[in-house]
């Protein structure tokens, strides 16, 4: 799933295709920059805020893209090219001489912007974990002051930059909270310091992305997550699903284990 320790890894992915390098092809296949030729310019570096992936330029541009629920990034060998069958959702072509290209594939957001307004634009999004500059005090004190449900602040990029759907359901149910107890109730402390040690180990151990139970075999990965009608990894009890997060526009599934997740029902139960 597209979350902040994803987004983590494929700018670690493209450093080396990309980061020092003079683009001899630089095309962005959007409308709102379709006649935008980047070729010529240096990419100084790629950098991730939350689940935006920014990609400095040494002109004073940043190109911002978001891969949401469809995009995703793939880097060919040099001499090598896209099936013809995928060159229609192409969106970002980033090739250097006779070295490796990058293709951004369908992807929601790609923007074109200076770097500064890129800042600004992102400037309100919550402190993030996977940064060595993380804030938790500031993470903390944003879950300790919001009322609402833990799974919809979790989900909250203003709250923290970087946990997505996977990332909320499984982190209630690793600090054993019912995902419609108040944020306000929770320990907010340990929530945040939790978050930012497992997103980070699944963002830089070699085979640990998005294992939350530390176990890889096939529906054996996470706790909670994808998991409903099934028992409990840890009790046996059925694990739950809604369909939808209350107050989310995205309506995200929530699932959870009414055993080790104690707290008040959501509103419209099904599974």
């Known amino acids: 799933m597209p979350e902040g320790d994803t987004v983590f890894a494929l ?7 990309l980061d020092g390098q003079r ?11 379709a006649t935008a030729d980047l070729s010529g310019r240096t990419v100084l570096g790629h950098r991730t805020v939350g689940k935006h992936l920014l990609t400095d330029l040494d002109d004073g541009l940043t190109l911002h893209t978001h891969l949401k629920m469809t995009g995703s990034w793939t880097v060919t060998r040099p001499g ?32 074109l912007m200076t770097t500064p307004d890129a800042a600004r634009a992102l400037a309100y999004l919550g402190p993030d974990p996977l940064h060595d500059d993380f804030d938790a005090a500031l993470a903390a004190a944003n879950v300790r002051a919001d009322p609402r449900p833990v799974i919809a602040v979790l989900l909250d990029q203003r709250v923290m930059a970087g946990p997505g759907n996977l990332w909320a359901n499984e982190l209630c149910f690793l600090r054993g909270l019912g995902p419609w107890v108040p944020a306000s109730d929770v320990d ?3 929530l945040v310091a939790l978050t930012r040690k497992t997103m980070r180990h699944s963002a830089t151990v070699p085979g640990a992305m998005q294992v939350t139970t530390g176990d890889t075999r096939p529906g054996r990965q996470h706790w909670v997550a994808g998991r409903a009608g099934k028992p409990c990894l840890r009790c046996g009890t059925t694990i739950r699903v809604v369909a939808e997060v209350p107050g989310d ?5 929530t699932w959870w284990c009414p ?11 099904r599974g």
């Open 80 to 111: 090598r090219r896209l099936p013809r069958r995928v060159a229609p959702d192409v969106r970002v072509e980033l090739g250097v001489a006779d070295g490796p290209t990058a293709y951004g594939i369908t992807l929601p957001v790609v923007q």
């Open 188 to 190: 907010a402390d340990r």
């Open 259 to 269: 055993h080790c997740q104690p707290g008040p029902p959501p509103d419209r139960p």
């Open 11 to 17: 700018a670690r992915r493209l450093r080396p295709a």
């Open 249 to 253: 526009p995205e309506r995200r599934r």
């Open 23 to 33: 683009l001899a092809v630089g095309r962005l296949n959007v409308p709102a920059h």
